[in-house]
């Protein structure tokens, strides 16, 4: 009984794989950046001051009260 396995996937399986993880990798990074631009800090009309000078946030959700 003799093999005719001859190799593996192949150039073009490794073209295609190369191409998903480019493809990966600048969707990440794009990603990345969007997550960057995005507000961590409340708008300043979402804060009140409180009578002693503090600062607490404001929450107008339903289920707060």
Same mark, same amino acid.
């Given at each position: ?5 001859s190799g593996g996937p192949g150039f073009l399986a490794f073209v295609v ?26 708008? /300043?009309? !979402?804060?009140?001051?409180? *009578?002693?000078?503090?600062?607490? /946030?404001? !929450?107008?959700?339903?289920? *707060?009260?």
């Amino acid at each position: 009984m003799t093999s005719q396995f001859s190799g593996g996937p192949g150039f073009l399986a490794f073209v295609v794989t190369f191409g998903l993880v480019v493809g990966a990798v600048l969707l990440f990074r794009s990603l990345s950046s969007h997550l960057r631009k995005v507000r961590t800090h409340p708008p /300043e009309s !979402a804060i009140a001051e409180d *009578d002693d000078g503090t600062r607490d /946030e404001v !929450a107008d959700e339903p289920g *707060d009260r």
